[in-house]
């Protein structure tokens, strides 16, 4: 089965920049604990990645959670913005 919930492209989009900035980190910081040559500046760059996709997920999570609970104001049939409680 293939859920269709909002926000679930937004966490899968955002887990693969995040694991493309994960290995770009590695990449990037094997060369300084070898000893060897290290890698250009953009590289570093690349590592802020994890960052990118963290925010993306984390969207796709509040989309999800928002899609949420309109669907139960629907299903509880309360208008969208609630009257405040005396």
Not at 18 to 45: D, E, H, N, Q, S
Not at 48 to 57: D, N, R, W, Y
Not at 64 to 81: D, E, F, L, T
């Amino acid at each position: 089965m293939n859920s269709a919930a909002p926000g679930d492209r937004l966490i899968r989009a955002g887990a693969i920049v995040f694991f493309v900035g994960a290995v770009a980190t590695l990449v990037t910081v094997a060369p300084l604990l070898l000893g060897t040559t290290p890698f250009p500046t953009y590289m570093f760059g690349l590592s802020m990645l994890m960052g990118v996709g963290f925010l993306v997920a984390g969207a796709g999570v509040f989309q999800s959670i928002a899609a949420g609970r309109r669907q139960a104001r629907a299903a509880a049939g309360s208008p969208a913005s609630p009257s405040p409680s005396r």
